[in-house]
């Protein structure tokens, strides 16, 4: 269905008709029902805290499991920031959070897998592309080149890389 149809189908409903539509939808779907719930009452400092905790658990779990460090948590809060449309500077806050964690883990512990470097690269690029686009790197400048300058310190095998995209943004 296009959205030409769909509009043509909404507009057709009574108003109980389309108000029992978007009930179902928030009662049926999770995505559905946390788009609501936070456009109506959008606690975002909860839900950055919230966000903070599970990525910083991929690195330092609670009782004595063994930390996974999977980009993939951060990606996957991150992405449901963008979905419900949170404030950018928040946004990037944990973006950025979720190479400061690894920083932090990678120097208490001796880190061989090559996939590890190349995907905190991958989300330091992303980071950098985001704060930019949005018109706010000024306010990352310190963390940007905190990180960079943490993982030449800890010798990180692709340190230059991260100092040159540091470099090629804040120039």
Known sequence: MSKRELRKY???LTKEQLEDQIVDLYERFKQVKEYYDFAFNP???ELIEQCRFQISKEYYPIGS????????VAQ????????LDADATLLADVMFFNIEIALTFSGEHIIRQESFFTSMYKSFDEALRFVSEKGILTEFRGRIEKIANDTWDQQWPNRNAFEDISDMYLQ
Do not use: V
Request: proline residues 0%; hydrophobic residues 30%; positive net charge.
């Open 65 to 72: 499991r063994k930390a996974k460090m999977r980009r993939s």
């Open 10 to 12: 909404l507009k057709s």
């Open 76 to 83: 996957k809060w991150i992405k449901k920031l963008t979905l």
């Open 43 to 45: 606690n975002e400092n």
